[in-house]
């Protein structure tokens, strides 16, 4: 690819030192008070006549009006503001015709939903043919004609001319090169060109809420920065995201917890594999052959291959296969488990999850929830869990694997109950 020149023929026109019979003032604040943006051509610099506006106003650049109508929105004030513009041509056209548009500048304050604007929008529309108006909105103009104005023009400038080029929808990478090419062609300093797009910009033709509206209907997603809470009930959307996580690289040897639970009268194995003290894996099964007596011992799970590991408690227990051991949707659940686990989901919200379960694995999925809540931070707040006893809610914590209530004594496991009674009768016996 050849870097593209200016050509020679452009000539630099000096804008410092001119004296003109009046001078439009600046806010550029990258020159002085004194300096004025006019060239010798009596030109104005576009790049900076919109900052020349004493009140407001909408530049449209060197192109007309984008509509005969249309809202546009700022978020100058740190929050979106909506505006509704009828230029000043239009509203001429209408005032000459005693046709009463019930606006008096060329942009008025308008809502989201664009509640002032419509009315007016409304009366427009069905004057169009009556005033006989030819009008071309922004979106009717091809590029290579408006490409042909801005050339034109150019010859007149020495600074480059904002404006943005749409392409047509399905244009491809090559053809936005060659359209650049061809504003190389014919001398324009800088071109700005995009295959047009459904979006949901500064610019519309309807108010900003039947644009977002439509937009989604059409499934184009639209960040939820550009609305205000209000705004985003109505899209039904939030402005919250799922971060998505990576899990940390399993080591090949992982120390362990194995638990032994009775759960209505059947007999569980569960085997933890921790990372740094956190539940990294769980594997939870009935005993399956394995008839491990004891109620907790410390292990390791060994990694032998993808889908295979080797349990070892102590010197006298190896489990060659331990992950053989498991059925099928045993192994199935707890590989999805062992997932949420290493990507950080809240032990709290796996051990709830795993508690609900109502159907013929609720035995199995209660070991693992009861083995699971011993890792609970102690003091965590069990979500949305109102206290059966006391109803109050966020009162329910974690306290060793069970759900108590920390501003009436009811507990899950009832062990708070025990504690009082064994202070109470402790006395008597000795
Ligand atoms: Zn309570």
């Not at 200016?6 to 990258?30: A, H, M, Q, S």
């Not at 209907?217 to 920065?225: A, L, T, W, Y």
Request: hydrophobic share 35%; proline share 4%; with cysteine.
């Amino acid at each position: 690819m050849e870097y593209v020149k200016l050509p020679k023929k452009y000539k630099t026109t000096r804008i410092k030192n001119i004296n003109f019979d009046y001078n439009i003032p600046t806010y550029d604040i990258e020159v002085k008070d004194s300096h004025y943006y006019k060239t010798k051509d009596g030109i104005i610099s576009h790049n900076t006549l919109n900052l020349m506006h004493p009140y407001m106003a909408m530049s449209y650049g060197i192109e007309p009006s984008f509509g005969l109508y249309f809202w546009k929105r700022t978020r100058i004030s740190g929050k979106y503001e909506y505006y509704f513009c009828v230029p000043r041509a239009i509203r001429n056209i209408f005032e000459e015709n005693n046709i009463k548009l019930k606006i008096n500048s060329d942009t008025v304050k308008d809502t989201w939903d664009g509640k002032i604007g419509k009315s007016v929008a409304k009366i427009i529309d069905e004057n169009i043919e009556k005033l006989n108006i030819k009008f071309k909105s922004s979106i009717d103009i091809n590029a290579l004609d408006k490409l042909d104005l801005i050339s034109k023009v150019q010859q007149n400038i020495d600074n480059s001319i904002s404006t943005t080029f749409m392409l047509s929808e399905n244009s491809t990478v090559d053809d936005v090169y060659n359209f650049i090419l061809e504003g190389y062609k014919k001398e324009v300093k800088s071109i700005a060109a995009f295959p047009d797009k459904k979006m949901y910009g500064i610019i519309s033709f309807i108010p900003f809420k039947d644009l977002a509206l439509k937009l989604k209907s059409e499934g184009i997603d639209i960040h939820p920065q550009n609305f205000d809470e209000e705004e985003l009930k109505d899209m039904k959307m939030s402005n919250d995201y799922i971060v998505a996580t990576s899990a940390p690289k399993r080591p090949l040897i992982l120390p362990a917890d194995i638990y032994s639970v009775i759960v209505k009268g059947e007999k569980f194995l569960v085997a933890l594999g921790l990372l740094n003290g956190a539940p990294y894996e769980i594997f939870c099964g009935k005993m399956n052959g394995l008839n491990f007596k004891f109620q907790h011992k410390k292990g390791i799970i060994e990694k032998v291959k993808r889908g295979q590991y080797k349990l070892e408690i102590g010197n006298d227990i190896v489990v060659e296969d331990f992950s053989g051991y498991f059925k099928p949707v045993e192994a199935e659940l707890f590989r999805l488990v062992s997932a949420g686990l290493r990507h950080g989901i809240p032990l709290k919200f796996l051990y709830e999850q795993l508690s609900k379960s109502s159907t013929d694995i609720s035995s199995l999925t209660a070991a693992a929830a009861r083995v699971l809540g011993k890792y609970i931070k102690k003091g965590e707040i069990a979500n949305g869990i109102e206290c059966p006893n006391c109803h109050k809610s966020n009162t329910i914590e974690y306290t060793d694997g069970c759900q108590s209530c920390s501003s009436c004594n009811w507990s899950k496991c009832s062990w708070k109950f025990l504690k009082i009674e064994v202070f109470i009768i402790f006395p008597y016996l000795y």
